[in-house]
């Protein structure tokens, strides 16, 4: 464990003490120790009382991050290597993205249902801007020399794009799909806090309404763990699949 790792766990350690510090001072309908949060979460796992809450939110968040990360790779290539199409749709698709989904939630709810579909598409909404941001910037600003070396070699367009320019962008490709995985989490909560009866956010509002604020913290809590597994799950293939690229232009 490297200096770095030991002074995180030590902020770490500090703010949880400070928290039960704190909470000793309150009330645990407004702010509940550590410890009661830690018991509460660890009784709904052994319980199984959690379980199907988590799997119904991981499959919202992992089917619509699918959805709106490949829709949005897809046109993300598309508006970057053709250049009408992105000055014709590129505003629209701005315009669409400053509508607040919450705002759009409710709508979909009553044209999908309350089911899961409902959800895969606020989720998939949400995700799909930061992959065709990321992808239209990584394909249009790729270095120039090197597509004048590809141009001079003969090489199709076809073969720029697969051979130059996704695997120069590939760190601006995964910058925004990090960014989309811990959207997809805030995306299928949302659409579960307007109506769902199963799911992590469905257990949030829940929560409230029986004012149980250490099982509202531990709902959070697995939120925030979800979130977290996901985005060094996408870290990890970014390092594997970047890191030979990076090998490559250091020489």
């Known amino acids: 464990m490297n200096r770095t790792s030991v002074y995180s766990l030590v902020l ?27 018991a509460t979460l660890f009784e709904g796992i052994k319980s199984g009382y959690f379980w199907p809450h988590i799997v119904r939110t991981s499959l919202e968040v992992l089917l619509g991050l699918s959805l709106g990360s490949g829709l949005g790779l897809i046109v993300g290539i598309l508006m970057g290597e053709i250049e009408c199409l992105r000055k014709l749709f590129f505003p629209y698709v701005v315009a669409s993205q400053a509508v607040p989904k919450l705002a759009l939630a409710p709508l979909f709810i009553l044209w999908f249902g309350f089911g899961m579909t409902s959800k895969v598409i606020i989720t998939a909404l949400i995700c799909f801007f930061p992959l065709l941001e990321n992808t239209v910037t990584a ?9 004048e070396l590809f141009r001079v070699l003969g090489a199709t367009r076809w073969q720029t794009l697969i051979h130059l320019k996704l695997p120069a962008g590939l760190p601006n490709i995964f910058a925004g799909f990090r960014v989309a995985v811990v959207l997809a989490v805030v995306g ?8 769902a009866s199963e799911g992590l956010g469905a257990m949030i509002i829940a929560s409230q309404g029986m004012m149980d604020t250490p099982l509202m913290f531990s709902v959070l809590l697995l939120l925030t763990l979800l979130g977290m597994v996901l985005y060094q799950i ?3 293939f970014e390092n594997r699949l970047v890191k030979p690229y990076k090998k490559e232009t250091d020489k």
């Open 188 to 195: 299928a909560v949302v659409g579960e806090f307007i109506g």
């Open 12 to 38: 770490l350690v500090l703010l949880l003490l400070g928290w039960e510090l704190a909470a000793r001072q309150m009330s645990e309908l407004v702010l509940p120790a550590p410890s009661v949060v830690a």
């Open 139 to 147: 394909i249009q600003y790729t270095d120039r020399n090197k597509l």
């Open 234 to 236: 996408v870290h990890f």
